[in-house]
Each structure stands twice: as C-alpha cells, then as structure tokens.
C-alpha cells in the first residue's frame, strides 16, 4: 500500500482541478437558478451541453509512479464544451500551448533565420458578436488571398498559428485576431497595416512584436503560446448574471457558427487542431487508484494492486 504521504502528494496535484470544479459548479448552479433569465428553452442543445458539462471530471482514474514521484491521471470523462466549460478550456490551454511551442522550437532550431512575431489585426467594434465574427472570416480570407502575391507584405509570412478573440464592453463586441508568424525577412509593421487597412475596410490597429528582441525568446515564446491559445473571456471566470449572458450568447453564436477559432498555415499547418488524450507507458511500476468529486471535495480511494 502507498505510504500517506504519497497520497497527500496525489491529492495535492488535483487540488487545482478541485478548485476549478467547485468554480465551475459554482456558475452553473447561478445559469440553473437564472434559466428563465439566461437560457431561453429554446436552446435545448444548451441545456444538453450544461447537462453535460456538470459531469466534467466528476471521475477519474490516477497513477501514482514512486520511482519519479510523479502522478497521472486517466480514464477522466471531459465534456469538452470549451467554449462553456472551465475545465476544458483551461487544459486546451495547456495542450496547445506546449504543442505549439514545441513546434516553433523544434523549426527555429532547424532554420536559424527564422524569427517570430506576434500580431494583432482588430476591427471596429460590432453591435453583435454573430457580425463580428463573419466580418472577421471575411478578412481574415482576404489576407490568405493577398499574401500569394509577392507585392504585398503578408507575402513574407512563412508560417502562422492564431485564434479569434472577443470582448465586449458598452460600445459594443470588439473581434480580433491574434497571430504567431514565422518569416525570414523582417516585416515591416507600416505596410502590414496599410494591407490590412486596405482589406478590412474597418482598420483599427494593427501590432506587431519580434520577439528577437526579448532577452529569453524561448521562454518569450512559451508565454506568447499561452497567451494566444487560451481561453475566450467568455469562459467566464465570475458569476455574475451580466458575466454569464456574454458567456450564453458567445456559446450560441459558436455552436450556429461552427465557429473555428483557432487557425494555422504554412509552417504552422495543422497546429489549430483539438487536442488529443494522454497516453500512459504501462511499463512503469505505480500504485492506481480512483477519484470521485462529491461534497466539493475529490474522494480518493486506492485500487488493489
Ligand atoms: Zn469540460
């Protein structure tokens, strides 16, 4: 059997999903009691999706290695509603930043000419996040076009990994695009947001920021992952009612959408796919066991060897 302290140690890394659940079950029990308010019943497919959510990681199996000291987690049901749910929206976050900094390493190791931007398209504010959206894929079209002509800037653009972003304030539903870029020849930002005033019709601000000027690039470019891949606002951390009807109307407008809001092209390709599951080596000696979230709180029991 595992010594206490080895238990302590397993319980100690699921205490940050712990917390998360509890949040998460927190904002649904304010959606439930506000669903006259918030969820229209037409929306059953929301309340499926709410349904479903509650689940998420309610269970899961864990491993304990004593070798390494280290603890894994296994056979976990996720909802897998990003857009709704805490849970997955923040372990997206962490899959596809290190994929996608991993990939970027493992290419500027390869290629010492390349650098890496990251850039920031933003149009005018919408009245309504459905508009934002469109108007966003409609640009972000136009610059694919473009860029296959060598007379524009965005031709230099080797490599891109991005999402679309959202927030909202009183003057309306403000849509950007972030995005991580691989060139070999420097970019020039005032073009850039010449083409990208020419296109988009609605040109706001255009950013652009080498990170061959940050003194640690790898850890710059880690962050910088991070940053771009995590998730929408609307995963709303508070639950307030104001908070929570974005996060409604967000959710909606992805699920009538089909709203893709990651991307990636060129050297980057393939990197806006959804995650994948863990893979465990079974070789490894270990002790098992399982958790259930009840009463707020994971109860732990180990399995017999
Ligand atoms: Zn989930």
């Known amino acids: 059997m595992m010594h206490e302290k080895e238990l302590t140690a397993v319980k100690d890394k699921f205490l940050p999903l712990e917390e998360l659940k509890n949040n998460q079950n927190e904002i649904i029990s304010v959606l439930e009691k506000s ?4 969820i229209s019943f037409e929306h059953a497919y929301l309340r499926n999706c709410i349904d479903k959510t509650k689940k998420c990681a309610e269970y899961f199996k864990w491993s304990y290695y004593p070798l390494s000291n280290k603890t894994e987690r296994s056979n976990t049901f996720f909802c897998k509603n990003h857009h709704l749910c805490l ?3 923040q ?6 930043s290190n994929e996608w900094s991993n990939k970027i390493n493992a290419l500027l190791k390869v290629n010492k000419l390349l650098q890496v931007s990251h850039l920031i398209l933003t149009i005018k504010n919408k009245k309504n996040i459905d508009e934002a959206y469109e108007v966003l894929i409609k640009y972000k079209g136009k610059i694919t076009k473009i860029a296959r002509s060598k007379k524009y800037e965005f031709n230099k653009i080797l490599g891109y990994v991005g999402s679309i972003e959202f927030t909202k ?6 849509g950007h695009i972030h995005m991580i870029l691989l060139h070999t020849e420097n970019l020039n930002s005032l073009k850039l947001h010449r083409e990208w005033g020419k296109i988009s019709d609605a ?3 255009i950013e652009l920021i080498d990170t061959k000027s940050s003194e ?3 850890t710059y470019i880690k962050n910088l992952c991070k940053y771009v891949s995590k998730p929408s606002q609307f995963s709303a951390q508070k639950n307030n009612i104001h908070e929570l009807n974005l996060k409604i109307e967000f959710f909606i407008m992805c699920r009538k959408k089909h709203a893709r809001l990651l991307f990636s092209g060129g050297l980057l390709r393939g990197l ?3 995650p994948n599951y863990e893979k465990i080596d079974l070789a490894t000696p270990r002790y098992e066991g399982i958790a259930i979230f009840k009463n707020k709180k994971y109860q732990y029991r180990q399995l017999a060897a």
């Open 35 to 38: 669903k006259d308010e918030v």
């Open 87 to 89: 849970i997955c929206a």
């Open 91 to 96: 372990r997206r976050n962490v899959i596809k």
């Open 169 to 174: 304030s009183e003057n309306g539903w403000h």
């Open 203 to 205: 040109a706001h601000y």
């Open 216 to 218: 640690n690039q790898l």
């Open 272 to 274: 806006d796919k959804e």
